[in-house]
T-cell receptor
Framework: KAGVTQTPRYLIKTRGQQVTLSCSPISGHRSVSWYQQTPGQGLQFLFEYFSETQRNKGNFPGRFSGRQFSNSRSEMNVSTLELGDSALYLC???????????????FGEGSRLTVL | KQEVTQIPAALSVPEGENLVLNCSFT??????LQWFRQDPGKGLTSLLL?????REQTSGRLNASLDKSSGRSTLYIAASQPGDSATYLC????????????FGAGTQVVVTP
């Protein structure tokens, strides 16, 4: 069974540009969540989608956005990139069954973004 | 606001010793707690998930306990091996925050041969 797949794995952008990251969850998983990992701040929650609805959102500026498609695949977008956006962006999926549930999370390998 | 703490931040043990990793959380209203390991530059690998109604979970050499009332979880790794060297993270889901994992900063473990 394939795991969580994130693309691209590595990317370099310059300040002011925008970036879109993609996540394909494990087959059958309806929940996808995104995390930012940096050496200084650790793992921080960005947002989570369940059945195409954003169920929860972290404390990030509006430049960070996401969406989930009907096939559960998800994308996140960061506009007007800043140097501080350089990080490992991790996607996770889970076999969450209802809106009042959070199942075991399985993570992808991440997308490493460098902003110059 | 839920806060998750892991102490110590780093730990070094000789091969064969048992590892004891600690995780504490400030709000006992949790739905579940999950332990992960992370190798350098990699994603997170799920180790154990404990539901709030459970006291412990076991998988092979790993055993995790949960004491919700005191806000603590402990991960035990028996007979450590060099391949256990990694960063171990715990994370909780609070009952008022579906879909969101609140992570600790992790404990970096080195097992020396």
């Amino acid at each position: 069974k394939a795991g969580v797949t994130q693309t691209p794995r590595y990317l370099i952008k310059t300040r002011g540009q925008q970036v879109t990251l993609s996540c394909s969850p494990i087959s059958g998983h309806r929940s996808v969540s995104w995390y930012q990992q940096t050496p200084g701040q650790g793992l921080q929650f960005l947002f989570e989608y369940f059945s195409e609805t954003q169920r929860n959102k972290g404390n990030f500026p509006g430049r960070f956005s996401g969406r989930q498609f009907s096939n559960s695949r998800s994308e996140m977008n960061v506009s007007t990139l800043e140097l501080g956006d350089s990080a490992l962006y991790l996607c996770a999926s889970s076999l969450t069954q209802t809106h009042r549930d959070t199942g075991e999370l399985f993570f992808g390998e991440g997308s490493r973004l460098t902003v110059l | 606001k839920q806060e998750v703490t892991q102490i110590p931040a780093a730990l070094s043990v000789p091969e064969g010793e048992n590892l004891v990793l600690n995780c504490s959380f400030t709000d006992s209203a949790i739905y579940n707690l999950q332990w992960f390991r992370q190798d350098p530059g990699k994603g997170l690998t799920s180790l154990l998930l404990i539901q709030s109604s459970q006291r412990e979970q076991t998988s092979g050499r790993l055993n995790a306990s949960l004491d919700k009332s005191s806000g603590r979880s402990t991960l035990y790794i028996a007979a450590s091996q060099p391949g256990d060297s990694a960063t171990y993270l715990c994370a909780v889901v609070s009952t008022d925050s579906w879909g969101k994992l609140q992570f600790g900063a992790g404990t970096q473990v080195v097992v020396t041969p």
